[in-house]
């Protein structure tokens, strides 16, 4: 993984709490925390994302029919008789 070096502003309190789990080898350093941090909260806004826009494509019915058309082709081929391969 590549790192670049950028400034930020944290909070006081981040910071000591980072600190101190540092400080009891919970975490391996201060970066360490931060790019956990902000591992986590990508993940859980890309899920949030991820659920709006299925939210929103099962009220698009176009978006409903060709999933369901796309389905239904799937279904087709798999009940195929494929013994001549």
Not at 27 to 44: F, H, P, V
Request: net charge negative; glycine share 2%.
């Amino acid at each position: 993984m590549q790192y670049i070096k950028t400034t930020i502003n944290l909070k006081s309190e981040y910071k000591q709490q980072l600190n101190e789990l540092v400080d009891r080898k919970i975490i391996a350093s201060t970066t360490d925390g931060i790019n956990q941090g902000i591992e986590l909260l990508l993940k859980e806004k890309k899920k949030q994302q991820y659920i709006n826009e299925m939210e929103k494509a099962a009220l698009d019915k176009s978006f409903i029919e060709r999933t369901m058309n796309s389905q239904n082709e799937f279904d087709a081929i798999e009940m195929e008789n494929f013994e001549e391969w």
